[in-house]
């Protein structure tokens, strides 16, 4: 596997539901984030992870739980979404969080029904 | 609130024709700058990163920028049908924080 990878790269869940995404990149980066990018809106950074520590949160609701437990691997929790959390979530990765390049997973189409 | 303006488009260029795209930026603190290409269904891809004022080339591709006016442009020469895509213009004002304006959409008739 290379650069940035996604699992699952669709998911369709009810509001009930318990799942998590997650995220893999092998690039040798120390941060990660997670984007949500909904139509006709621009990219929202939600979660930015720099050495595995959590270093913002862009007041995202607390039904969205991030995890990492290592420079390599992140994770989205998501518990009781609700139907405007459908979107197309993205992982991204970088060297560091000071003015580097990005580079991004093939996304997660997560529709809540 | 620092913002990074693009016009939505859709922005028709023939094939073959120089397609410009532009951004304008509100953070005079911005640093670098970055444009991605996003295929329909598809993720962002980096395809140019532009730090200093002027002009920088990468094959078809050129990324200008102008600090002082607050703009910068990507520039694809001769284009093709295969570069029709969304341009996410996206700048950086330093630590960690990446803003990503709303996307040109492109479409390269043939």
């Known amino acids: 596997e290379t650069g940035v990878t996604q699992t699952p790269r669709h998911l369709v869940m009810g509001m009930t539901n318990k799942k998590s995404l997650k995220c893999e990149q092998h690039l040798g980066h120390n941060a990660m984030y997670w984007y949500k990018q909904s139509a006709k809106k621009p990219l929202e950074l939600m979660f930015v992870y720099n050495f595995k520590e959590q270093t913002e949160n862009n007041s995202v609701p607390s039904r969205f739980s991030p995890e990492c437990p290592n420079s390599s691997h992140l994770f989205l929790h998501l518990h009781t979404l609700q139907p405007e959390d459908s979107a197309l979530y993205l992982c991204?990765?970088?060297?560091?969080?000071?003015?580097?390049?990005?580079?991004f997973g093939p996304g997660t189409r997560l529709t809540v029904t | 609130q620092k913002e990074v303006e693009q016009n939505s488009g859709p922005l028709s260029v023939p094939e073959g024709a120089i397609a410009s795209l532009n951004c304008t930026y509100s953070d005079r603190g911005s640093q670098s700058f970055f444009w991605y290409r996003q295929y329909s269904g598809k993720s962002p891809e980096l395809i140019m990163f532009i730090y200093s004022n002027g002009d920088k080339e990468d094959g078809r591709f050129t990324a200008q920028l102008n600090k002082a006016s607050q703009y910068v442009s990507l520039l694809i020469r001769d284009s093709q049908p295969s570069d029709s895509a969304t341009y996410l213009c996206?700048?950086?004002?330093?630590?960690?924080?990446?803003?990503f304006g709303i996307g040109t959409k492109l479409q390269v008739i043939p």
């Open positions: 996206a700048v950086s004002g330093g630590y960690q924080k990446v803003t």
């Open positions: 991204a990765s970088s060297v560091g969080t000071d003015n580097y390049e990005q580079y």
